[in-house]
Nanobody, 124 residues
Framework: VQLQASGGGLVQPGGSLKLSCTVS????????VAWFRQAPGKEREGVSV????????WYAGSVKGRFTVSRDRAKNTVYLQMNSLEADDTAVYFC??????????????????WGQGTLVTVSS
C-alpha cells in the first residue's frame, strides 16, 4: 500500500492550492482517507476526513468553509482544495488511509497507511 501526496507549494495569503493523495494497493471505497497537518513546533492535527464511500466529509473548525475534500474513484485519488489560505495554514500536510471507527477518525493513530507529506507555505 502506498499513498503519494502532492500539490504543496508557496502561496500568498488569500490564495488557493489543491493537494492530491493517490492511493495504490487498496480497493477504492474500502477505506477512509484523512488529511492531517503539522506546523513547526506543533502537534499533528486532523484537517479533513473523507468517508469510505466518499459521500461523507468532515472538517476541522479552523478550515470549514475554506477547504473541500473530494474523491476521484477512477483515479483512486483524494483531493483537498484549499481556498482563502492563511498564514496559520502553513504546515506539512499528510494524507492517511485506514478504517477508523467514527469516534476516532480524527486520531492519527487510527490510520495505518500514510503518505510522505507535502509542504504548504502561506506567506507574502
Amino acid at each position: 500500500v502506498q499513498l503519494q501526496a502532492s500539490g504543496g507549494g508557496l502561496v500568498q495569503p488569500g490564495g488557493s492550492l489543491k493537494l492530491s493523495c493517490t492511493v495504490s494497493g487498496l480497493t477504492s471505497n474500502s477505506y477512509t482517507v484523512a488529511w492531517f497537518r503539522q506546523a513547526p513546533g506543533k502537534e499533528r492535527e486532523g484537517v479533513s476526513v473523507s468517508g469510505r464511500n466518499g459521500g461523507m466529509a468532515w472538517y476541522a473548525g479552523s478550515v470549514k468553509g475554506r477547504f473541500t475534500v473530494s474523491r476521484d474513484r477512477a483515479k483512486n485519488t483524494v483531493y483537498l482544495q484549499m481556498n482563502s489560505l492563511e498564514a496559520d495554514d502553513t504546515a506539512v500536510y499528510f494524507c492517511a488511509a485506514g478504517t477508523p471507527i467514527l469516534s476516532s477518525q480524527w486520531e492519527s493513530r487510527s490510520y495505518r497507511y500514510w503518505g510522505q507529506g507535502t509542504l504548504v507555505t502561506v506567506s507574502s
